[in-house]
């Protein structure tokens, strides 16, 4: 039997130097060397060895939905929610509710909000 583990995520975006901003601003993620070629796609290191790729695509049409979305799991929900009011990034619970989380049926406490691009983040406290 094979085992897999978690590399990376890639998303395609429009203005590539504004979605490594807002991914900075927010998650502190650290940009790292695009190793795989000499493209314009810039890399951030997520943690634990994950990244994240971000792909310039100016002129693609980019679809959304809250169903389609990534998580990332913290230990301290109410420090980051704090920051999203410091830098003004609006989230919601699952149901779009402005400005409230949510705790899960299993207890676990989760926002979402999106990126310059509409995708979808959900930030929990699954740890």
Same mark, same amino acid.
Do not use: C
């Given at each position: 039997?094979?085992?897999?583990? !978690?590399?990376?995520?890639?998303?395609? #975006?429009? =203005?590539?130097?504004? &979605?490594?901003?807002?991914?900075?601003? #927010?998650?502190?993620?650290?940009?790292?060397?695009?190793?795989?070629? =000499? &493209?314009?796609?810039?890399? $951030?290191?997520?943690?634990?060895?994950?990244?994240?790729?971000? %792909? *310039?695509? *100016?002129?693609?049409?980019?679809?959304?939905?809250?169903? #389609?979305?990534?998580? $990332?799991?913290?230990?301290?929900?109410?420090?980051? #929610?704090?920051? $999203?009011?410091? %830098?003004? %990034?609006?989230? &919601?619970?699952?149901?779009?509710?402005?400005?409230?989380?949510?705790?899960?049926?299993?207890?676990?406490?989760?926002?979402? !909000?999106?990126? *310059?691009?509409?995708?979808? %983040?959900?930030?929990?406290?699954?740890?």
């Amino acid at each position: 039997m094979h085992t897999f583990t !978690f590399n990376h995520i890639a998303l395609s #975006v429009k =203005d590539v130097d504004k &979605s490594i901003a807002f991914y900075q601003q #927010v998650f502190q993620f650290k940009e790292i060397k695009n190793t795989a070629s =000499d &493209s314009k796609t810039r890399w $951030l290191a997520i943690g634990e060895g994950k990244q994240l790729h971000l %792909i *310039p695509r *100016p002129n693609a049409e980019i679809k959304i939905n809250k169903a #389609v979305h990534f998580a $990332l799991t913290t230990a301290n929900m109410a420090s980051f #929610v704090k920051h $999203l009011n410091t %830098i003004n %990034i609006d989230y &919601s619970d699952w149901k779009n509710t402005p400005n409230k989380d949510y705790i899960r049926n299993d207890g676990i406490l989760q926002v979402y !909000f999106q990126d *310059p691009n509409g995708y979808w %983040i959900e930030v929990n406290n699954d740890v």
